[in-house]
Nanobody, 114 residues
């Protein structure tokens, strides 16, 4: 399974970005999907996830600003990021689990300038 991310870039604080992650295999409502990020010198952390039941969870610091969604027809997962702050600067990775096997994208850099 290949996951290809896109949509990262440089944005000013207060701006928005929309990350996308397209899979080489169908993403259904039964798959766990999530976005993680890793800032320099820090551990990778879960930013947002969608469970097969349809519920979503968010890192406390992004709740209300980020929104995770999926488009089954497009085999894609998205992360809409609004009101970005410099602390959101990191490499963002999508993660999709198929039959309990976790797959990762290559990562996309998000840089928020103050």
């Amino acid at each position: 399974v290949q996951l290809v991310e896109a949509g990262g870039g440089l944005v000013q604080a207060g701006g928005s970005l929309r990350l996308s992650c397209t899979a080489s295999r169908r993403i259904s409502v039964l798959n766990h999907v999530a976005w993680y990020r890793q800032a320099p010198g820090k551990q990778r952390e879960m930013v947002a996830r969608l469970t097969p039941g349809g519920s979503s969870d968010y890192l406390v610091s992004v709740k209300g600003r980020f929104r995770v969604s999926r488009n089954i027809a497009a085999n894609s997962v998205y992360l809409q990021m609004n009101d970005l702050i410099p602390e959101d600067t990191a490499v963002y990775y999508c993660n999709v689990a198929y039959a309990s096997v976790s797959h990762w994208g290559q990562g996309t850099q998000v840089t928020v300038s103050s």
